[in-house]
């Protein structure tokens, strides 16, 4: 087994280190604000080559694996230290995109060509109001009608809903109760019915808003379809690129975070020696730096599992998504806790990038719902039911 990066893997993490660090210097500012040119963002992004990396060709994609998509956002997160450089990723390949994949050639040729070259931005509305980790109990309806769906609920939290024009929007159809009623549909701003407003400020991952959707009998063509009831869990199996991107968060934020903390602990002295001469910490370096590289392996062994043009095992990549979710938050407290007083002033990168490691706890699951899935893969003969 060899773990050593092909010069193609290392030539595109070169590339997406240099694309991240073009952005470092203006990331603090647009925390502060919570505004970003993101539309500026996403175009260089594109010109860097990072659009639609595991796309097919025919869509405009560049037929990359999921490991590649790894190796480019956790380098990009690493030396941009925001999250919103890699949004141009994840809309051209991430989970909408993927999910659109799995839709017939109509939706497939309707929509991909856009979003991959970056003409559309795709967003994915699953959270509702009343159903986050719920997600099987959805209550936005899509009800037959003609050559339509009436499509009517509201979302909430949805990255880039703002910002973005389309919405692959997890629906019920006709009253189906439980996952087997849940499907999808994209959406469209333009169409009547649909209304898009800036959610609640978030702590963390600040820069564009987090917005809600509000859908009111929104007619949408039934070619909009991208998996209709009875299929849910080839629905997620799509979702996986979400994971997958969680994890390249989880790993480029940790490495962030580690940056920070030996740049500083070499420059700052007390007692007349540099603070990386005391035990207590080069040994939380080292505790820092084993947990990243266990975080790693288990991302990269996830990322491989993706064969073919599918996406990561759900067993690995929802490992691999909970042991990020449990030591990223440890790493940046504990660099943010190394930094000292500095640590905590808003100029202090650190700050931030911990902001956003708390943000992204539960985002795309929870990790009592990841560990409720990983249980069911650990005794598949047994039913581990959450309702009532
Ligand atoms: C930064 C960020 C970005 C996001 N982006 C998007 C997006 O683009 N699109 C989108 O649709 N959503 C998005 N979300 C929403 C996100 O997916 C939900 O917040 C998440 O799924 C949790 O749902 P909830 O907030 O309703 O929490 P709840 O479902 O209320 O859960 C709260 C807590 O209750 C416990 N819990 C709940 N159910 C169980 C259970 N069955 N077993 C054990 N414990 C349980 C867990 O501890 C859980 O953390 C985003 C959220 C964040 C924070």
């Known amino acids: 087994?060899?773990?050593?990066?092909?010069?193609?893997?290392?030539?595109?993490?070169?590339?997406?280190?240099?694309?991240?660090?073009?952005?470092?210097?203006?990331?603090?500012?647009?925390?502060?604000?919570?505004?970003?040119?993101?539309?500026?963002?996403?175009?260089?992004?594109?010109?860097?080559?990072?659009?639609?990396?595991?796309?097919?060709?025919?869509f405009g994609g560049q037929d990359l694996s999921a490991l590649d998509y790894l190796i480019a956002t956790t380098a990009i997160f690493r030396a941009s230290q925001t999250w919103l450089c890699c949004?141009?990723?994840?809309?051209?390949?991430?989970?909408?995109?993927?999910?659109?994949?799995?839709?017939?050639?109509?939706?497939?040729?309707?929509?991909l060509p856009d979003i991959v070259a970056g003409r559309r931005g795709c967003n994915?509305?699953?959270?509702?109001?009343?159903?986050?980790?719920?997600?099987?109990?959805?209550?936005?309806?899509?009800?037959?009608?003609?050559?339509?769906?009436?499509?009517?609920?509201?979302?909430s939290y949805v990255t880039g809903a703002v910002v973005n024009d389309l919405h692959a929007v997890f629906v019920r159809f006709d009253d189906i109760p439980g996952a087997k009623g849940v499907g999808a549909l994209v959406l469209e701003d333009r169409m009547e019915g649909v209304r898009v407003e800036r959610g609640p400020r978030f702590v963390g991952d600040r820069g564009i808003p987090h917005g809600d959707l509000f859908l009111d009998e929104v007619r949408v063509p039934a070619e909009n379809l991208i998996i209709g009831p009875g299929q849910f869990a080839r629905l997620m199996s799509a979702f996986n690129m979400e994971r997958l991107h969680n994890c390249a968060f989880w790993l480029g934020s940790s490495l962030a975070a580690y940056d920070e903390a030996a740049k500083h602990v070499q420059q700052r002295e007390a007692f007349d020696r540099p603070l990386v001469e005391?035990?207590?910490?080069?040994?939380?370096?080292?505790?820092?730096?084993t947990q990243i590289e266990a975080l790693r392996l288990l991302a990269?062994?996830?990322?491989?599992?993706?064969?073919?043009?599918?996406?990561?095992?759900?067993?690995?990549?929802?490992?691999?998504?909970?042991?990020?979710?449990?030591?990223?938050?440890?790493?940046?407290?504990k660099s943010m806790e190394l930094h000292g007083g500095v640590g905590v002033t808003l100029d202090a990168p650190i700050q931030r990038i911990h902001r956003d490691a708390i943000s992204n706890v539960v985002a795309g699951g929870a990790p009592a719902v990841l560990r409720n899935g990983i249980a069911a893969g650990l005794f598949p003969g047994r039913r581990f039911p959450q309702t009532r």
């Open 1 to 58: 087994m060899d773990f050593t990066l092909s010069p193609a893997q290392a030539a595109l993490q070169e590339r997406a280190t240099a694309a991240g660090a073009e952005f470092r210097d203006a990331c603090g500012a647009w925390d502060l604000a919570d505004e970003a040119p993101y539309r500026e963002i996403f175009d260089r992004m594109g010109e860097l080559g990072f659009f639609g990396l595991t796309m097919p060709s025919e």
């Open 278 to 289: 005391f035990q207590a910490v080069y040994h939380d370096l080292a505790n820092m730096w």
């Open 87 to 111: 949004e141009p990723l994840f809309c051209t390949t991430g989970p909408g995109p993927s999910m659109i994949m799995l839709g017939d050639e109509g939706v497939r040729e309707k929509y």
């Open 124 to 155: 994915i509305a699953l959270t509702e109001p009343n159903a986050g980790s719920a997600l099987t109990h959805l209550s936005t309806t899509a009800k037959r009608d003609g050559d339509d769906y009436i499509v009517t609920g509201s979302k």
């Open 300 to 333: 990269t062994q996830a990322a491989a599992t993706a064969k073919d043009g599918k996406y990561p095992d759900l067993h690995m990549v929802t490992m691999a998504k909970l042991f990020g979710a449990t030591v990223g938050p440890q790493i940046t407290l």
